[in-house]
T-cell receptor, first 114, second 111 residues
Framework: DAGVIQSPRHEVTEMGQEVTLRCKPI?????LFWYRQTMMRGLELLIY????????DSGMPEDRFSAKMPNASFSTLKIQPSEPRDSAVYFC???FGTGPYGYTFGSGTRLTVV | KNEVEQSPQNLTAQEGEFITINCSYS?????LHWLQQHPGGGIVSLFM???GKKKHGRLIATINIQEKHSSLHITASHPRDSAVYIC?????????????FGTGTRLQVTL
């Protein structure tokens, strides 16, 4: 298995533009998580899905952020419109089940909004 | 006060030294995770444990549930161990998948 695959690895965009981050979880994993990492706040959970259904999106900062999981092998995190304060590394992770099982993280997308 | 506290925040060691990173938490947990993040790199899950001790190569993780404390030990440290080590806990109530993270310990191992 290639692990959790995220794209793009790096994204530089202008303020106000729409940004879409993509994630392919490990086959067979039924929980998917989106995290954001900044120097100031460390790692924060934005949203997670179980069996393609959003379970907890309380970490999504505001309405500019949205996430979808149309099927078991694909998820997107969209920011529209983007702002400089959204600059961060966004990680996707997957696991099997909703219990405290081992996680596999993707390599992350480094987003810079100028 | 953060629910997960790590110490030290920064650590410099010489190659070969024995290293200990500590993690204390204030909530009930179902499991504790140790993660490793190399500079500019992704996050790797090192251990998930709910009791006792686990060992993988030169890495050892221990947890004391009563004291709400875990340690990550690195024996015979090497420059390639230089990374940020992050402690995270899965809550005992609610959804166990919702990890709470420590702020990380930045380790630098020099020759």
């Amino acid at each position: 298995d290639a692990g959790v695959i995220q794209s793009p690895r790096h994204e530089v965009t202008e303020m106000g533009q729409e940004v879409t981050l993509r994630c392919k979880p490990i086959s067979g994993h039924n929980s998917l998580f989106w995290y954001r990492q900044t120097m100031m706040r460390g790692l924060e959970l934005l949203i997670y899905f179980n069996n393609n259904v959003p379970i907890d999106d309380s970490g999504m900062p505001e309405d500019r952020f949205s996430a979808k999981m149309p099927n078991a092998s694909f998820s997107t995190l969209k920011i529209q419109p983007s702002e400089p304060r959204d600059s961060a590394v966004y990680f996707c992770a997957s696991s099997f089940g909703t219990g405290p099982y081992g996680y596999t993280f993707g390599s992350g997308t480094r987003l810079t909004v100028v | 006060k953060n629910e997960v506290e790590q110490s030290p925040q920064n650590l410099t060691a010489q190659e070969g030294e024995f290293i200990t990173i500590n993690c204390s938490y204030s909530v009930g947990i179902s499991a504790l995770h140790w993660l490793q993040q190399h500079p500019g790199g992704g996050i790797v899950s090192l251990f998930m444990l709910s009791s006792g001790k686990k060992k993988h190569g030169r890495l050892i993780a221990t947890i004391n549930i009563q004291e709400k404390h875990s340690s990550l030990h690195i024996t015979a440290s090497h420059p390639r161990d230089s990374a940020v080590y992050i402690c995270a806990v899965s809550p005992i109530t609610g959804t166990a998948s919702k990890l709470t993270f420590g702020t990380g310990t930045r380790l630098q191992v020099t020759l």
